[in-house]
């Protein structure tokens, strides 16, 4: 079997720790034109249960045509296994209804890639001539 190279699944391990798999929102923008763009900022429970001031960022990329998530990317603990994870979902064509009809496990952070429900505005696709 040949392998693909799309939609690999990238981890950096700083603090703290980046994961990402498929599109950015420019590349989305560029091949798909319409996209939703959906993300969240928030405190880990287990980081206010311990006082610590850790952040999680996340943000799910969708065409807006077929509902087909074309990236996820997040920058917080736990980011490269929760991406390992969500890297099958990609490489299958799993669409945003997919993932809000999954149930998350509570509490978690991976819980808030099935949790998100509002959009942000989308950068626009500029045309060759353009850039």
């Known amino acids: 079997m040949n392998m693909n190279h799309n939609d690999v699944p990238t981890a950096v ?32 429970m287990k980081a206010t249960l311990s006082g610590r001031n850790e952040r999680i960022f996340m943000k799910l990329v969708v065409d807006s045509a077929t509902d087909r998530v074309l990236g996820c990317h997040m920058v917080g603990p736990d980011a490269p296994e929760i991406i390992q994870g969500l890297a099958i979902a990609i490489k299958c064509g799993a669409t945003k209804r997919q993932f809000d009809a999954t149930v998350g496990i509570h509490p978690s952070a991976a819980e808030e890639f099935v949790t998100m429900r509002d959009k942000r505005p989308a950068p626009v696709a500029q045309s060759a001539a353009a850039q």
Do not use: H, W
């Not at 603090?15 to 560029?30: F, K, M, R, S």
């Not at 996209?35 to 969240?40: K, N, S």
């Open 13 to 44: 391990f700083s603090q703290p720790p980046v994961g990402t798999v498929g599109l950015t929102e420019e590349q989305a923008a560029a091949r798909f034109g319409k996209i939703d763009v959906y993300t969240t900022r928030f405190r880990p």
